[in-house]
């Protein structure tokens, strides 16, 4: 979502003539810094950015963090150009000019125009804010409420960028899972996807597994071009934690949910988040986490460790599981999914796959970047002719980080 957001802001910068995208800080006279306030350690990182360049540059801060700390922000750094909040973001062209605070209560709509230059792959937010509560999660505090776009406003969004090249969508919300455009929901607005032409590919991110749906399931299963991947939050394996967690699933239902993908679609990959930590962890319960994520056996997962938002209900059940013993969990179930992840992958080496091609390689020259419609990442032999169109692939090799070094095969 921060990606979407920071691309939306470079959008207008770019269409503005009174503007030039510098190519480093150093050539810059003004650095936005887009920021994410989920964790503290994000905030501390941009903290510490603000620090660096503060003396030498106008400094924007814009986002959650300008959105939930604009005090702290303007206290710690009065030297600050300007804070520009989550609903704020169409304003940027103006608020570089004059500078200033610009920040509204998280509720609404904000505008959603993002005009862009040609992309093979490009991300859509369906909906903004979120409703659920999560007692650790400060994401309904500076995002604001849950708010569907209108399917027709999505559709023709995805129909502009098709014309200009993009292969591929990636549509957004924080639970897309409770997408409600005046009764039409999530399955219903894929269906309809799937009918813009040029478009080959659609995923989505993040299914929050209590509206997670039998109809959903098969509507991805029938469609060739939605795929066949699933990113579905766990946070914990351990009931009595994902109650205090107000997530509203239980293991088993969760467990129940991630098999029933596995019978209806063959070969889609899940992935999760782990959350370890939690307020009254204890080791039973982080044990359950253990066994869940070695039992379901995920494609791939992001581990986190607890910190408290401000504000949020999971603030007044205090922090007790020392950072030591956070850390211990941490690194115990990225081994344990290191060798998982490692597993499944080795048994795909051999297969063919239809590929996208999106990039030049950050690291290799001669070498291109592609993804599988499940999400794997494949290093090939080529150049940037080859960005932008699809190629059956076979895995030859796995790589570092998950990935793999592919052969196109006729
Ligand atoms: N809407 C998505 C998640 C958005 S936040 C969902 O419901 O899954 C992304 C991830 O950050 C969460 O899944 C959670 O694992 C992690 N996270 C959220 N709040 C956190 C906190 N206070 N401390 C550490 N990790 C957190
Ligand atoms: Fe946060 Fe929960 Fe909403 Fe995800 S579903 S953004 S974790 S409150």
Redesign the pocket.
């Known amino acids: 979502m921060n990606e979407y957001d920071s691309e939306r802001m470079a959008s207008i910068i770019s269409e503005d003539a009174g503007f030039e995208t510098a190519r480093d800080e150093a050539g810059a006279d003004v650095i936005i810094l887009n920021t994410c306030s989920?964790?503290k350690h994000a905030e501390e990182r941009a903290m510490s950015y603000i620090g660096r360049h503060i003396k030498d540059k106008k400094v924007i801060v814009a986002g959650c963090m300008a959105q939930s700390m604009k005090k702290e922000l303007k206290k710690q750094f009065p030297r600050l150009y300007a804070i520009v909040g989550t609903f704020k973001f169409g304003e940027i062209g103006e608020i570089i000019r004059k500078g200033g605070i610009h920040t509204e209560e998280a509720k609404g709509v904000y505008s959603v125009d993002v005009r862009r230059g040609k992309k093979v792959r490009a991300f859509i937010a369906i909906m903004q804010g979120?409703d659920?509560f999560?007692s650790?999660?400060?994401?309904p505090f500076v995002r604001g409420r849950e708010k569907s776009r209108t399917a027709v406003e999505i559709k023709k969004e995805i129909m502009e960028l098709a014309k200009t090249g993009c292969l591929e969508v990636t549509l957004l919300g924080?639970?897309v899972n409770s997408y409600n455009d005046n009764g039409m929901n999530f399955p219903a607005l894929l269906r309809e996807l799937v009918n813009v032409e040029g478009i080959e590919r659609i995923r989505f991110m993040?299914s929050?597994p209590k509206d997670l749906t039998d109809g959903l399931i098969d509507t991805v299963a029938s469609h060739e071009k939605l795929c066949k991947h699933f990113h579905l939050?766990v946070?914990s394996g351990s009931g009595r934690i994902l109650e205090l967690m107000n997530r509203k699933y239980t293991a088993d239902e969760y467990r129940q949910k991630v098999s029933k993908i596995r019978e209806r679609i063959p070969g889609v990959s899940v992935t999760t988040?782990?959350?370890v930590g939690f307020p009254g962890e204890t080791e039973a319960d982080f044990m359950e986490t253990a066994d869940l994520v070695r039992d379901i056996m995920f494609d791939d997962a992001?581990i986190?460790?607890?910190?408290?938002?401000p504000g949020t209900k999971a603030e007044s059940l205090g922090d007790d599981v020392p950072e030591k013993e956070k850390l211990r969990r941490l690194n115990y179930i990225l081994d344990l999914q290191k060798k998982i992840s490692e597993d499944i992958n080795n048994k795909l080496l051999g297969n063919v796959y239809k590929v996208l091609c999106y990039g030049k390689s950050p690291k290799n020259k001669g070498e291109v970047l592609a993804t599988t419609g499940n999400n794997k990442k494949i290093y090939i032999k080529g150049e940037k002719e080859m960005i932008g169109a699809l190629f059956m692939v076979k895995l030859v090799e796995p790589r570092g980080g998950g990935t793999f070094t592919g052969e196109v095969v006729k």
């Open positions: 989920v964790r979120c659920n999560c650790y999660c400060i994401v924080q639970n993040t929050h939050p946070q988040d782990v959350l992001y986190f460790k607890y910190s408290v938002r």
